[in-house]
């Protein structure tokens, strides 16, 4: 069974060969099909499997994979993230030139990434790690002939290879220790300094921490499903993934640097992108906070709870990325979020995504970041644990909120921005369906797996103070970005106008209106239910509608906060 | 026969399932020119004697004869000559450029050629890598100078280590009493020397580590708060 990833992704490869033009056919076939298979892995017991793949050479008999629990779990979500973001791509490069190598080029870096995460064997992990620095160079670099983007795969190459540079004395350092490769293979001696000393260059070089992080904003020259799936979800999360895996053999000196560099890369990452103007460096920089946090979390112990957070940061993150990439296109390849405005007129479905995906990094309750998020929090309160860092992790976490509440005012916000209007990317005939996915996936899978397999998590009790802490980081947080936009707020012009006028009668304006009887309507006794007037009032409100897009529009949002309702 | 044929349109109607809706058509990108007719000898250059880059003396006072010459030699005019006058790179008269990067200079700008900013007849300077972005140093000028740079960072840093060295003498904690395993704790069956380690034996079926051990981390016998005796 679990030679079916492989075989698959081989056989989609080899279509490319034979076929010269890519047909999304075939593609929605397989990825339903490993969307199944993923499911099921989830069921299976969570046991290491060894598999032997060749005979004789060096480590021939160390070459071995596992398929425990952390695989299992991020091999599922590869898939749904990944399979989700290639069925963007068809659409983003419409007409694009090299498409195909485009998927081509990402199935190569899913395949190492599968490597890299499935492998028990440290050789087999160099293999992936080495493999998704190379494809991150191939496809950051994509428009070659930019040359601010081949700077930047550059960039990339430099600071990875640094990390490598560790890695191999990692591996050094474990054949001397121990005679072997895995990732098991540790214990706690005067070796153990060196190993973590360097695994931790490693870390810090691929997952973006403090020193180390001027490649991830240079990153965004590459394609938007690039950063989707590279830079947000799955190979800057490589290096947080390994020290899950190897936390329990690290040297306790180099688990406290870490804590200094985690939080100072949450700090300096959500600061940093509250004054970014670019949407897609906005987004990087809350990359690069977020990861600081998971740093940070594993320093203190928490393993599993920061998996949890990698798990729901990959959803949300990746739908940011998506929904930026649609306005992208919609304006006509402009990044400044200052000429954005009225984005929700022109984009229901993408905008309404971004405005989850962003409650839910902000820690919004009941949605999938709030479980992970919250969690971390009341886990703080309870150890024996540096003060300043708390006080960081609180900072950063109240930056957090502002920069997202920046981002979704300058979109959200009326004409006092805006020279660009645009252009409508939902049409009929255009396929959508990775926004059905990871919206449902960003607004569930925290209560779903909280539920099913994270509860397990040490729980602490703690007082109303603490307790309310979340949503004290909320409050103060949409304040600091209230301060910025109070100007714009005393002057916004949305929903004021002299006359009417067809384009400005969005959705919010014209149907108030017709929102306010809706509730009216409710507010009805029973008797006067029965009477004429409401029921013209409630076909009155459908016949508003006047395509039925809008309409499904409507009863997708309904079923979203009924979705919620639900969960409470 | 005609089945072949019937896969073969099938195969074209699938395989036109997704083609883009191109309005131009790509031979737009792949427009062929003829090549411009050179003269003979043109792109050969043959430099002898005192076209070539000769050394100066550092005692011997450049006049401005001498000046106007040397500028007139390297197309640069007589203001804007400083010779480089390095005795280790045999670079005597040739002249000293700004160092700036092909980045820094105007991008919109028409040049003669675009892919190094340069025009025909200008002098190139000595550090041909500044001519292309990817070898070259970036030198376009930053908001803060190096020096700030530094300063900023460690005025930052200093002081958030210091806060951390605090903050681990000052912890943060709630009251609680300390862990009560179970009998059997899975981090006992911790390996302690690799001899033992047996590929093909799984974990929970080795008799050895299905001993239950008692456990005591603490009694009630001297707490404060009172309790049974053991």
Redesign the interface.
């Known amino acids: 069974m679990m030679y079916l990833f492989f075989f698959g992704f081989l056989l989609v490869i080899f279509y490319f060969f034979i076929f010269k033009n890519f047909f999304s056919v075939f593609f929605k076939f397989f990825f339903f099909f490993f969307v199944l298979l993923s499911l099921f892995f989830l069921c299976e017991n969570f046991e290491t499997k060894h598999f032997f793949l060749s005979q004789s050479f060096f480590l021939s008999n160390q070459l071995t994979f596992t398929f425990d629990f952390f695989s299992c779990f991020f091999l599922g979500l590869l898939i749904i993230v990944g399979g989700s973001i290639l069925s963007y791509s068809i659409w983003y490069f419409k007409e694009e030139i090299g498409s195909s190598y485009f998927i081509m080029y990402m199935m190569f870096f899913m395949t190492f990434m599968m490597m890299l995460v499935s492998s028990h064997s440290l050789f087999l992990m160099m293999v992936g790690w080495e493999g998704v620095g190379v494809m991150s160079y191939m496809l950051i670099g994509w428009w070659m002939g930019r040359s601010d983007a081949s700077m930047s795969s550059l960039q990339a190459i430099y600071y990875n290879r640094l990390g490598d540079f560790g890695f191999i004395f990692f591996l050094v350092f474990a054949l001397y220790g121990s005679g072997l490769l895995y990732i098991d293979s540790f214990y706690h001696n005067y070796i153990s300094f060196f190993l973590s000393f360097f695994i931790m260059l490693g870390i810090i070089a691929k997952s973006s921490q403090f020193l180390f992080h001027s490649w991830l904003p240079s990153a965004m020259e590459g394609p938007t499903p690039v950063s989707s799936l590279l830079h947000s979800s799955t190979m800057v999360v490589a290096g947080v993934f390994l020290l899950i895996r190897l936390l329990e053999g690290f040297n306790i000196l180099i688990m406290e640097l870490l804590m200094v560099l985690g939080g100072l890369t949450m700090l300096f990452g959500a600061v940093c992108a509250f004054g970014q103007n670019d949407i897609k460096k906005i987004i990087a920089f809350s990359t690069t906070s977020q990861l600081g946090l998971m740093i940070l979390n594993l320093s203190i112990g928490n393993i599993y709870l920061t998996f949890f957070h990698l798990c729901m940061h990959a959803f949300f993150k990746s739908m940011l990325f998506m929904g930026s990439g649609v306005f992208i296109h919609g304006a006509q390849n402009n990044q400044d979020i200052r000429n954005f405005g009225n984005v929700f007129f022109f984009t229901k479905m993408s905008s309404l995504g971004m405005f989850v995906s962003s409650m839910s990094l902000m820690g919004m309750p009941f949605l999938c970041g709030y479980f992970s998020k919250d969690l971390i929090l009341e886990n703080t309160w309870g150890p024996l644990l540096n003060r300043f860092s708390w006080f960081l992790f609180f900072i950063a976490s109240t930056f957090t909120v502002a920069y997202s509440c920046r981002m979704l005012f300058m979109m959200y916000g009326g004409s006092n921005f805006g020279v660009y209007k645009l252009v409508c990317q939902e049409k009929f005939g255009n396929n959508f369906s990775w926004f059905l996915v990871l919206t449902f996936f960003s607004v569930s899978s925290g209560w779903f797996f909280y539920e099913s397999l994270f509860k397990v998590i040490q729980e602490e009790y703690l007082f109303f103070y603490y307790k309310i802490t979340p949503f004290l980081v909320i409050f103060f947080g949409f304040s600091l970005s209230l301060l910025v936009f109070l100007k714009f707020f005393l002057t916004m012009k949305t929903g004021k106008t002299l006359y009417y006028n067809p384009l400005m009668h969005n959705m919010f304006t014209f149907y108030s209106k017709v929102f306010s009887s809706f509730f009216w309507f409710f507010e009805l006794l029973w008797v006067e239910v029965l009477c004429v007037i409401g029921l013209q009032k409630m076909v009155n409100f459908f016949g508003y509608f006047k395509s039925f897009f809008d309409l499904q529009v409507f009863f997708f949002m309904l079923l979203i906060i009924l979705d919620l309702c639900f969960m409470v | 026969m005609s089945m072949l044929r019937g896969g073969h349109a099938l195969m074209k109607r699938?395989?036109s399932?997704?083609?883009?809706d191109?309005h131009v058509s790509?031979s737009v990108?792949f427009r062929r020119y003829g090549s411009d007719e050179v003269p003979p000898n043109y792109d050969m250059v043959h430099h002898d004697g005192k076209n070539q880059v000769q050394p100066l003396e550092l005692d011997e006072p450049l006049t401005p004869e001498k000046r106007a010459e040397l500028a007139a030699k390297y197309n640069l005019r007589p203001e804007d000559y400083v010779p480089m006058n390095d005795k280790w790179m045999t670079l005597g008269d040739y002249p000293k450029l700004p160092e700036e990067n092909c980045?820094e200079k105007d991008p919109y700008y028409d040049w003669d050629d675009p892919a190094l900013r340069r025009n025909w007849g200008e002098p190139i300077m000595f550090d041909m890598d500044q001519y292309n972005?990817?070898t070259g140093v970036d030198t376009r000028p930053q908001i803060f100078t190096r020096g700030q740079m530094w300063k900023i960072l460690l005025s930052f840093?200093v002081p958030?280590?210091f806060?951390?060295y605090?903050?681990?003498k000052?912890?943060?904690?709630?009251p609680?009493a300390p862990k009560q395993y179970p009998e059997y704790y899975p981090g006992d069956e911790?390996?302690?020397s690799?001899n033992d380690y047996d590929?093909f034996v799984?974990r929970g079926l080795n008799a050895q580590y299905r001993e239950r051990k008692e456990v005591t981390n603490y009694t009630f016998a001297n707490s404060p708060w009172g309790g049974p005796l053991p």
Do not use: D, Q
């Not at chain 2, 000052?170 to 709630?174: I, T, V």
């Open positions: 699938v395989l399932l997704s083609k883009p191109r790509l990108i980045l972005a990817l840093v958030c280590l806060l951390f605090l903050g681990a000052y912890p943060s904690f709630l609680r911790k390996r302690e690799y590929f799984k």
